[in-house]
């Protein structure tokens, strides 16, 4: 296996989200994506909406690269055991 890679920057606009693309010879098409999301919350919806904001570009990004490996890392700033605005946004966005 080859660690020669090509490594491209992604143009994000979300400034709590940056990645890069890798590409090898032997069809590894691999997306890493790092973020830093708001705070999980049960009443602040302007929180909410940037939350959604940056699953939506995740998406959209992950969508119109068609790679095949994905790999998100960062804080989400979330706890999944608990009642959150969050949960919904992440259940529209855990498949494509």
């Known amino acids: 296996m080859s660690l020669n890679y090509a490594i491209l920057s992604l143009e994000i606009t979300s400034k709590r989200m940056c990645g890069i693309r890798l590409i090898r010879e032997d069809d590894l098409d691999m997306l890493l994506l790092c973020v ?23 998406t959209y990004i992950w969508t119109i690269l068609d790679v095949n490996k994905l790999i998100i890392s960062g804080d989400f700033d979330m706890e999944f055991t608990r009642s959150s605005l969050y949960i919904q946004g992440l259940g529209l966005h855990s498949s494509r």
Do not use: A
């Not at 049960?42 to 570009?57: A, F, K, P, R, T």
């Open 36 to 58: 830093y999301m708001t705070c999980d919350t049960v009443y602040d919806m302007s929180d909410v909406n940037e939350y959604n904001s940056i699953l939506q570009e995740m």
